[in-house]
């Protein structure tokens, strides 16, 4: 529960709401990004990669 004071048991919107003020593009916020590689071999880093199907 990334949203809840554990000492103190309330709800406090945070970290959410301090790394929504420096992940926004556009009038979006983006906090990550799920892919799955369709296919065989090995993604390594710095390898480049072509998005096929966005939504």
Do not use: C, W
């Not at 983006?30 to 966005?54: C, R």
Request: no cysteine.
């Amino acid at each position: 529960m990334t949203t809840v004071d554990t000492e103190k048991g309330v709800k406090t919107g945070e970290p959410l709401r301090m790394l929504a003020s420096y992940r926004r593009q556009g009038n979006g916020i983006f906090f990550g990004q799920n892919l799955i590689h369709h296919g065989q071999g090995d993604i390594k880093t710095g390898m480049a990669v072509e998005v096929l199907n966005y939504k």
